[in-house]
Nanobody
């Protein structure tokens, strides 16, 4: 059984940094994607960043490029999202997600293509 548990959210001022962590247990896919999504009140869930589980290829939403960095430690079953230069518009619930199909069948930014989800961690950025 796959379980994803996020941590590291919180409240920061604009320009600050946070590091989100996701502990993944029971997940063994090495040819798929893990990613971070976020959802603000009244908005759809959107893809923030994703990483190929079999290597180091990464993908980012345009809104976070140059500010966020996704990384993984497969040996420890961990996924990370380093968030720098945070903006008020980054305020949202952030979710860790893992897909269970091979990468060429997945659009990294599509929530529908990810099967496993964490419970979310809140990030609030004040101006």
């Amino acid at each position: 059984q796959v379980q994803l548990v996020e941590s590291g959210g919180g409240s920061v001022q604009a320009g600050g940094s946070l590091r989100l962590s996701c502990a993944a247990s029971g997940y063994t896919s090495s040819s798929s994607y893990m990613g971070w999504f976020r959802q603000a009140p009244g908005k759809e869930r959107e893809g923030v960043a994703a990483i190929y589980t079999g290597g180091s290829t990464t993908y980012y939403a345009d809104s976070v490029k140059g500010r966020f960095t996704i990384s993984q430690d497969n040996a420890r079953g961990m996924l990370y999202l380093q968030m720098n230069s945070l903006k008020p518009e980054d305020t949202a619930m952030y979710y860790c997600a893992a897909a269970d199909r091979v990468w060429w069948l997945i659009q990294w930014s599509s929530p529908q293509d990810f099967r496993y989800w964490g419970q979310g961690t809140q990030v609030t950025v004040s101006s």
